[in-house]
């Protein structure tokens, strides 16, 4: 079955086939179906445009960024001090998922080592300077060793 549509973009009316598996209505003729040949008919006019928003509205954030670290001076260090945690907190996922996969991999990832049950199995690591650091427990076993600390 085919129907008839106008273009969004340029206006002009154009059919399409409308059968089964097709879909629906279409809001586009076939030159200007895909977001890239819209793009490309206006490139000269996209270009321009954008070029200009970028010199306005660089000078904007350029500006407002000046006059906030001038308020906030201390807000570069509490950010590169987020950034070193992150780091950190990195490091840590990573010999985790280490550790972990050398648990299966050993088969040590099955049974607490402390009340023997192997329902909900997880890896309590000693320390995280290095890999291997770990006791295989349970969820309870490992609350219960986190509770001591506390």
């Known amino acids: 079955m085919w129907k008839r549509g106008k273009c969004l973009y340029c206006g002009l009316w154009f059919k399409y086939e409308c059968g089964f598996g097709k879909g629906g209505t279409r809001k586009y003729c ?3 179906r895909t977001s890239k040949s819209r793009y490309r008919v206006n490139r000269e006019q996209h270009n321009k445009y954008y070029a200009e928003y970028r010199k306005t509205h660089k000078v904007y954030y350029t500006e407002a960024l000046k006059e906030f670290l001038e308020r906030n001076p201390s807000y570069l260090k509490q950010k590169n001090e987020e950034r070193r945690m992150n780091k950190k907190e990195r490091e840590k ?11 299966i ?17 997880e890896l309590h690591h000693l320390n995280y300077d290095a890999t291997g650091n770990y006791i295989v427990l349970c969820r309870t076993c490992h609350r219960k060793i986190h509770r001591k600390y506390k």
Not at 95 to 102: A, P, Q, S, Y
Not at 105 to 121: P, V
């Open 105 to 121: 991999k050993k088969g040590e990832y099955d049974i607490c080592s402390e009340c023997g049950s192997n329902k909900d199995i």
């Open 93 to 103: 996922d990573y010999i985790r998922n280490i550790d972990r996969i050398h648990a």
């Open 30 to 32: 076939e030159e200007h």
